[in-house]
């Protein structure tokens, strides 16, 4: 079992930042990838970023994030951040951190967090 804790949502103003942070635990053995989903009410969820470690850290974007949020991940401490510049009102919504896991035997699972509220103001 891997447990994803989130932490950094909150409330900015538009063109203001934010830091998003997950920190995996638990029986880890290997994260294949890392990222941040989100999704805004009555829509579906969508994927944010993700940093793909098996790939050897390449990260993909939604579009509608590309040039305003970065992800990185720190390996030693199995976490991963998403740092949100020139926030948009349409950037609110309740974001999801997901792990994808493998462990020694067996195939790839996917984890996520508990989700964390990020309202932006216009």
């Known amino acids: 079992q891997v447990q994803l804790v989130e932490s950094g949502g909150g409330l900015a103003q538009a063109g203001g930042s934010l830091t998003l942070s997950c920190a995996a635990s638990?029986?880890?053995?290997?994260?294949?990838?890392m990222g941040w989903y989100r999704q805004a009410p009555g829509k579906q969820r969508e994927l944010v970023a993700v940093?793909?470690?098996?790939?050897?850290?390449?990260?993909n974007y939604a579009d509608s994030v590309k040039g305003r949020f970065t992800i990185s991940r720190d390996n030693a401490k199995n976490t991963v951040y998403l740092q949100m510049n020139s926030l948009k009102p349409e950037d609110t919504a309740v974001y999801y951190c997901?792990?994808?896991?493998?462990?020694?035997?067996?195939?790839?699972?996917?984890?996520w967090g508990q989700g964390t509220q990020v309202t932006v103001s216009s």
């Open positions: 997901n792990a994808l896991h493998q462990g020694i035997i067996g195939p790839e699972y996917n984890y």
């Open positions: 638990g029986s880890i053995f290997r994260l294949n990838a």
């Open positions: 940093i793909i470690s098996s790939s050897g850290g390449v990260t």
